[in-house]
């Protein structure tokens, strides 16, 4: 069992011991990742017809699900009734917690609130509510333009290394054994682009930048919140202004 390795976040102390997806870095792609986390984009916008062209038409989307995740929206589909009316009793439930809440628990919820007001609203200043800066003669713009001829896969495992960026991902999109299957689909070296927590960790998000050296960004959103690349980013020296 690996030794536990602490790191303090103000006044929480976080486990960084190598974790599953660091191990699948080294053992199934012989990488060394610092950190890695599965992640998606949002929806390709349409490119002009002459960007696209130039890009030899590639694919925008992601694969349509497999025969067997459609087989499995099928047979969950008698069951949505019963999904919505546990959904319905949650939220009265916890409407009846919200009623029932002290002084000191309301406070915490109005601040919560206030944080989310925030953390949106710096999102769309930034113009960070979109999948990439909007430049498809930029790097980040031809890099996404080739997303999905890398892979059809809908998401993909983001590594951080100290040689750059790495993305894994299956080949075909597939409904189970995503890491099973998963090859390197795309490196980008560290001296093309970096990663970036925009927010530095002021907010917790999903969101990340995969920011090149001209400039330009992509969004990425990882799967879990205060993922392992957003806890790497903040263990980085601060870079000189």
């Given at each position: 069992?690996?030794?536990?390795?602490?790191?303090?976040?103000?006044?929480?102390?976080?486990?960084?011991?190598?974790?599953?997806?660091?191990?699948?870095?080294?053992?199934?792609?012989?990488?060394?990742?610092?950190?890695?986390?599965?992640?998606?984009?949002?929806?390709?916008?349409?490119?002009?017809?002459?960007?696209?062209?130039?890009?030899?038409?590639?694919?925008?989307?992601?694969?349509?699900?497999?025969?067997?995740?459609?087989?499995?929206?099928?047979?969950?589909?008698?069951?949505?009734?019963?999904?919505?009316?546990?959904?319905?009793?949650?939220?009265?439930?916890?409407?009846?917690?919200?009623?029932?809440?002290?002084?000191?628990?309301?406070?915490?919820?109005r601040a919560k609130k206030e944080e989310?007001?925030?953390?949106?609203?710096?999102?769309?200043?930034?113009?960070?509510?979109?999948?990439?800066?909007?430049?498809?003669?930029?790097?980040?713009?031809?890099?996404?333009?080739?997303?999905?001829?890398?892979?059809?896969?809908?998401?993909?495992?983001?590594?951080?290394?100290?040689?750059?960026?790495?993305?894994?991902?299956?080949?075909?999109r597939v409904s189970v054994g995503r890491?099973?299957?998963?090859?390197?689909v795309a490196r980008i070296p560290v001296?093309?682009?970096?990663?970036?927590?925009?927010?530095?960790?002021?907010?917790?998000?999903?969101?990340?930048?995969?920011?090149?050296?001209?400039?330009?960004?992509?969004?990425?959103?990882?799967?879990?919140?205060?993922?392992?690349?957003?806890?790497?980013?903040?263990?980085?020296?601060?870079?000189?202004?």
């Amino acid at each position: 069992m690996p030794t536990p390795i602490l790191f303090r976040v103000g006044e929480e102390i976080l486990d960084v011991t190598p974790t599953s997806k660091q191990r699948v870095a080294t053992d199934r792609l012989g990488i060394q990742a610092e950190a890695g986390d599965w992640c998606w984009i949002d929806k390709i916008p349409k490119p002009p017809a002459d960007v696209l062209q130039a890009a030899g038409n590639p694919r925008l989307r992601p694969a349509m699900r497999p025969p067997l995740g459609m087989l499995g929206v099928v047979l969950g589909a008698p069951f949505i009734p019963l999904v919505m009316l546990l959904s319905l009793l949650a939220e009265a439930e916890e409407a009846v917690k919200r009623a029932l809440d002290t002084k000191e628990e309301k406070e915490q919820r109005r601040a919560k609130k206030e944080e989310d007001r925030r953390r949106d609203t710096a999102i769309a200043r930034q113009g960070l509510d979109k999948v990439f800066d909007g430049d498809w003669h930029g790097n980040a713009g031809q890099f996404l333009l080739r997303w999905y001829s890398h892979s059809t896969h809908h998401e993909r495992m983001l590594f951080a290394t100290q040689e750059g960026i790495v993305l894994a991902a299956p080949p075909q999109r597939v409904s189970v054994g995503r890491e099973r299957r998963m090859q390197i689909v795309a490196r980008i070296p560290v001296s093309d682009a970096t990663l970036v927590d925009p927010f530095s960790g002021e907010f917790e998000t999903r969101l990340l930048l995969i920011r090149f050296r001209d400039g330009s960004w992509l969004r990425v959103d990882t799967e879990e919140l205060r993922s392992e690349l957003h806890m790497h980013l903040l263990r980085q020296p601060v870079p000189d202004s």
